[in-house]
């Protein structure tokens, strides 16, 4: 596979389908669970609603939305955790957590979303993201589907993502549960790794043209609150790192994606093998993708495990 490719494809999952159980994270429910009970105070939402989405567009939902079309895995996720998997009628051939998901209808896949068969689903919302199409959300909202669009890049912005997804649902007291529930389990590991050294740590994404991810990622934000330092966090986005700037930061942990490549042969390969991270065996494999790099409350999962990799010692 060529590298540059491999990166174009890298860069698309991440952000649109797109980071274990090792997890602090309120479990994915379907809406046959027990709801949360509403706290004192708690205000219907009441339609119909004008929300400003991240595209910073006014989108009027004339009523509580039953035929829901995701066409972000991210917010299917945010959508089943919320206790709302009843009511997708449309999700992409990418979408593959939580299971149930697998049997729904498929309405979009790599090369962008099918109008014809959004439209006979006869949703009365979209969820999308910038990747989804601006011309194809275009025909959707001209044919009088509500396109809210949702696109976190970062923590705050997945908190922001289940707020509007929970007021548009009318599902407020799961959403902020959620939320805190997230925010107690980063904050859990934060008290743990907060006294302790800073870890070079290096994020492999393709051993072929050593690809990996640079700030502005959810990875570099991960490794961070992991009590780590990114190597390539001089890098914006995803790019390629040069072996020999490799061995110069000298990585005392490296944590590859599962499709990277063969660990046996990248131990082995000129300048992986003269740092500390494999001198010193620290050199992981993520369990999934997805939970470091997709916008939803696995994104949890994912911090638990990294920060494992990088002050084991602080989780025995």
């Known amino acids: ?45 009441q339609y119909p609603l ?20 995701s066409l972000s895995p991210s917010l299917t996720e945010i959508l089943f955790t919320l206790g709302l998997g009843d009511r997708i009628v449309g999700v992409t051939d990418y979408d593959d957590y939580p299971p149930e998901v697998l049997s729904l209808p498929k309405v979009g896949d790599f ?19 910038s990747l989804s199409g601006k011309n194809q959300m275009d025909v959707l909202q001209k044919l009088g589907f509500p396109v809210v669009m949702l696109e ?22 799961d959403g902020q549960k959620l939320i805190e529930e997230m925010q107690a389990g980063i904050s859990e590991i934060q008290n743990k790794v907060k006294d302790l050294p800073k870890i070079k ?29 990114n190597i390539a966090g001089d890098i914006t986005g995803w790019g390629q790192f040069s072996i020999e700037k490799l061995v110069e930061k000298n ?29 010193n065996g620290n050199i992981f494999i993520i369990s999934d993708d997805n939970i470091v790099t997709r916008p939803s409350g696995r994104i949890l999962e994912g911090l638990a495990e990294l920060a494992k990799y990088v002050h084991p010692e602080a989780f025995k």
Not at 7 to 33: G, N
Not at 155 to 163: F, K
Not at 212 to 222: M, P, V
Request: glycine share 4%; proline share 7%.
């Open 251 to 279: 990585p005392a942990v490296i944590v590859t994606a599962p499709h990277a490549g063969d660990v046996t042969d990248l131990i082995k390969k000129a300048g992986f093998q003269n740092t500390k991270a494999v001198q």
């Open 1 to 45: 596979m060529k590298s540059a490719k491999w990166a174009s494809l890298v860069v698309l999952f991440v952000f649109s389908l797109l980071f274990a159980a090792c997890s602090p994270t309120a479990p994915v429910k379907d809406s046959s669970s027990e709801q949360t009970s509403p706290p004192a105070g708690y205000l219907k939402t």
């Open 201 to 229: 740590t290096f994020y492999l994404v393709d051993a072929n043209g050593n690809w990996t991810a640079g700030r502005d990622t959810f990875i570099d934000e991960l490794i961070i609150l992991a009590g780590g330092v």
């Open 152 to 173: 976190a890049t970062t923590l705050n912005e997945i908190y922001d993502s289940i707020r509007i997804t929970a007021q548009i649902t009318n599902t407020q007291p």
């Open 50 to 69: 004008k929300v400003q989405d991240f595209a910073n567009q006014e989108v009027s939902i004339p009523q509580a939305p039953t035929r829901i079309v």
């Open 111 to 129: 090369q962008g979303p099918n109008i014809e068969t959004i439209a006979r689903q006869k949703p009365d919302l979209i969820f999308a993201s």
